[in-house]
């Protein structure tokens, strides 16, 4: 004989109804930073490369680089490389045992976001 199961799980979910913690947030953030830093890198690898092949594509990249694309560009990989070497420290203190329980969690979520503003605000100045 077969008993008829209710399933009263949802059949459409939506995904603007999750309510990700804010170290969620953080962890996911340090991880498309680096996916960021992967391609970045790639561009710098590039810009190096042209760097270094001749002195007229020296000069055409020194020109190339005064363009606000360009400085957005390296701003961008900065910004990643500094948000993901942030959020790396503090996962790195985490796997020392601080900071595990979700107070602590969260106050670190809250640090690594603030420490990164400040140093990608003052990375910004640097490149412009």
């Known amino acids: 004989m077969c008993i008829a ?12 109804a999750f309510h990700f913690p804010l170290p969620a947030i953080a962890s996911i953030s340090h991880r498309v930073s680096g996916v960021a830093l ?3 890198i790639g561009i710098l690898i590039y810009m190096l490369d042209q760097s270094l092949a001749s002195e007229a594509s020296f000069n055409a990249l020194k020109e190339c680089m005064t363009s606000f694309w360009a400085k957005l560009i390296v701003w961008g990989v900065l910004s990643a490389l500094i948000y993901h070497s942030v959020a790396g420290v503090k996962h790195l203190v985490m796997d020392a045992g601080f900071g595990e329980t979700l107070e602590g969690g969260q106050m670190a979520a809250k640090i690594v976001f603030a420490v990164s503003a400040v140093l990608i605000v003052l990375g910004g100045l640097w490149i412009w």
């Open 5 to 16: 199961v209710t399933d009263k799980r949802p059949v459409n979910l939506d995904l603007n």
């Open 38 to 40: 992967v391609v970045g």
